[in-house]
T-cell receptor, first 115, second 113 residues
Framework: AAGVIQSPRHLIKEKRETATLKCYPI?????VYWYQQGPGQDPQFLIS???????DKGSIPDRFSAQQFSDYHSELNMSSLELGDSALYFC??????????????FGPGTRLTVL | DQQVKQNSPSLSVQEGRISILNCDYT??????FLWYKKYPAEGPTFLIS?????DKNEDGRFTVFLNKSAKHLSLHIVPSQPGDSAVYFC????????????FGKGTSLLVTP
């Protein structure tokens, strides 16, 4: 079965640079979530999109922005990178339409290292 | 504040025995609970879930129990296999708070032969 695709898998940037992470949800999934996992930490929710509209916002810094496109893929844009932004960034997708429960399936993650 | 808590950072179990992983939550608005299995440098893999209208859900070797009054859930794996060795995250979400997952800090399970 198709899974969530994230690219790139690894990214190395310098401080104050920008980075763009991409997420391709499972086909027919309409919702995308972004999470950040620091070393030894649990994943922290950043932001989500349902049907291309922002659905919910978590602990996402103002330096970050995201959007979901017409083909349902999503991009997380990160500017003025700081050392503390070094983390694993996960994208998850779900099919929320139709109600009921919302099971999120995660991609393999992008490991961002800021030097 | 940590709304989902996994108080055991690690657990070691012999192959063939039962593994019991525990999770507590504080937010009574959570109505959907999930368990994920995670290997280093990989994304969390969905294992099993339970809605707040149920108290038990079973899928093969995995069973999740929910005690709403105690705000407690547990994952039972029986029989445990060496391939089950991984970090297990408990997560909870609420339909009235955007479905964002709130994770526990994880329990590292080691199943020894």
């Amino acid at each position: 079965a198709a899974g969530v695709i994230q690219s790139p898998r690894h990214l190395i940037k310098e401080k104050r640079e920008t980075a763009t992470l991409k997420c391709y949800p499972i086909p027919r999934h309409d919702t995308v979530y972004w999470y950040q996992q620091g070393p030894g930490q649990d994943p922290q929710f950043l932001i989500s999109f349902y049907e291309k509209m922002q659905s919910d916002k978590g602990s996402i810094p103002d330096r970050f922005s995201a959007q979901q496109f017409s083909d349902y893929h999503s991009e997380l844009n990160m500017s003025s990178l700081e050392l503390g932004d070094s983390a694993l960034y996960f994208c998850a997708s779900s099919r929320r339409q139709g109600g009921g429960t919302d099971t999120q399936y995660f991609g393999p993650g992008t490991r961002l290292t800021v030097l | 504040d940590q709304q989902v808590k996994q108080n055991s950072p690690s657990l070691s179990v012999q192959e063939g025995r039962i593994s019991i992983l525990n999770c507590d939550y504080t937010n009574s608005m959570f109505d959907y609970f999930l368990w994920y299995k995670k290997y280093p440098a990989e994304g969390p893999t969905f294992l099993i879930s339970i809605s707040s209208i149920k108290d038990k859900n079973e899928d093969g070797r995995f069973t999740v129990f929910l005690n709403k009054s105690a705000k407690h859930l547990s994952l039972h794996i029986v029989p445990s296999q060496p391939g089950d060795s991984a970090v297990y995250f408990c997560a909870a979400s609420g339909s009235n708070s955007g479905y964002a997952l709130n994770f526990g800090k994880g329990t590292s399970l080691l199943v020894t032969p």
